[in-house]
Structures are given as C-alpha cells and as structure tokens.
C-alpha cells in the first residue's frame, strides 16, 4: 500500500519561513511528476508548484519567487521550502505524487494534508 505523508506545518508570522516536507511510502516502483496544492476554508484547491521527477519546476504566480520546490529521488521524499509568508498563504497544504507502485497500475496519490496558518 502507498501513502504519502505531509509534515512541517504551523503557524509562522507574516514574513517568516517554513518547510514541508512529504514522504512517501509503500511498496513502490517508480514516482513521476509530484506536486504540492493548498486549499484556504471557502476556495477551491489550488496548485501551488509541481516538479517532474528529472527536477524540472514549476510555480503559481502567486508563490513564485517566495516558494522553492524540491525532491529526494532516493528516498522518495519532495520539500517546500516556504519564505516571505503573507497571510493569504494560510491553508491546508496538500502533497500529491504520480506513482507506479510494484505490483498495481499507475496512479495518483495524494497526503492527508498538514495546515500552514500565517498569521501575527
């Protein structure tokens, strides 16, 4: 069974920095592109960056240049390193990934969430 795992949320003033991190676990062969979205109370869930699994990223306009993506291929893990926090950063941040497990088809897999609340 694969499961991804969020950790590294909190509450962080305006300005200040934190780091998710996302594991994931199970019997797994190979994972392709992962990600990370983020859902505020009220709004839809929204995608916040992406990375293949070559290590090319991608941004939300509203993250870029403040939010670095990244990921350990060896041992299955993806970071968000998260500076210049602002309040409308506050939400449930959530890890997905594009995962082959060993013995099942393809599929995509998505953390339980860990809640990020930027406020002074």
């Known amino acids: 069974q694969v499961q991804l795992v969020e950790s590294g949320g909190g509450l962080v003033q305006p300005g200040g920095s934190l780091r998710l991190s996302c594991t994931a676990s199970?019997?797994?062969?190979?994972?392709?592109?992962m990600g990370w979205c983020r859902q505020a109370p009220g709004k839809e869930r929204e995608l916040v960056a992406t990375i293949t699994a070559g290590g090319s990223t991608n941004y939300a306009d509203s993250v870029k240049g403040r939010f670095t993506i990244s990921r350990d291929n060896a041992w299955n893990m993806m970071y968000l390193q998260m500076n210049s926090l602002k309040p409308e950063d506050t939400a449930v941040y959530y890890c997905?990934?594009?995962?082959?497990?060993?013995?099942?088809?393809?599929?995509?897999?998505w953390g339980q969430g860990t809640q990020v609340t930027v406020s002074s």
């Open positions: 997905n990934a594009d995962i082959k497990p060993r013995w099942i088809p393809r599929s995509d897999y």
């Open positions: 199970g019997s797994i062969f190979s994972i392709n592109s």
